[in-house]
């Protein structure tokens, strides 16, 4: 457990995305001060009508609740769809050299840069699914995965989107956002699908 701690690689390149997702989270509160007149952390007209610890509470309850179904299904994808083992393989070299302390210090700030631009500022402004397919189209890579990937993405996104919508609360989609990301980048760093499980002989 130790040594996942202590990895040291890509420490620089962490370090960059991690300041870079601080910059965003700063200018996605800025321009929601500005464009809505209001903080990005809560929905101007959320679908339901809720107390504030209500809208909380119901929000971290549905984010954590969506979080495990994309873990979940993430690993059902990989263990039974080729496309998924394929999007696994492409992705995986991102993460490899990750040590635990930077997976989650990238989870928690990519988590609250990203949910603080497409859902806290542009959701109100362009609905849920508009919001949802520029959120996909950010996570663009190379390879023959691409548009699964940025599928994937805006499926995820709408969730994400849909829980902010209803509740008026952003607690949701950051902890969901923050819990799939530290999940799904341990299990691209740890698990090998091509990898071929020793047989047991007599």
Same mark, same amino acid.
């Given at each position: 457990? +130790?040594? %996942?701690?202590?990895?040291?690689? !890509?420490?620089? #390149? ?7 997702? @601080?910059? $965003? =989270? ?57 496309? +998924?083992? %394929?999007?696994?393989?492409?992705? !995986?070299?991102? #993460? ?7 997976? @989650?210090? $990238? =989870? ?57 919508? +209803? ?20 299990? $691209? ?14």
């Amino acid at each position: 457990m +130790a040594s %996942r701690w202590a990895r040291t690689g !890509r420490t620089d #390149a962490t370090v960059r995305a991690a300041s870079g997702y @601080l910059v $965003l =989270a700063a200018l996605a509160t800025s321009l929601g001060l500005v464009l809505r007149d209001g903080w990005p952390w809560i929905h101007p007209s959320p679908w339901l009508t809720l107390p504030p610890l209500a809208a909380l509470l119901m929000s971290a309850a549905l984010g954590l609740t969506l979080a495990a179904g994309v873990v979940v299904t993430t690993r059902v994808a990989v263990a039974r769809f080729s496309w +998924a083992r %394929r999007l696994h393989a492409e992705l !995986r070299p991102v #993460a490899r050299d990750f040590s635990l302390g930077q997976i @989650l210090l $990238l =989870a928690g700030l990519s988590s609250l840069g990203e949910e603080l631009l497409f859902r806290g500022l542009l959701t109100p402004l362009l609905g849920v699914p508009l919001s949802a397919i520029l959120f996909g189209l950010m996570h663009q890579m190379r390879g023959p995965s691409r548009w699964v990937w940025i599928g994937w993405a805006v499926g995820v996104g709408a969730g994400l989107g849909a829980i902010f919508a +209803a509740t008026g609360s952003l607690v949701g989609p950051v902890l969901a956002h923050a819990v799939v990301n530290a999940v799904n980048l341990s299990y $691209l760093r740890d698990h090998d699908p091509d990898e071929v499980e020793p047989r047991m002989t007599l």
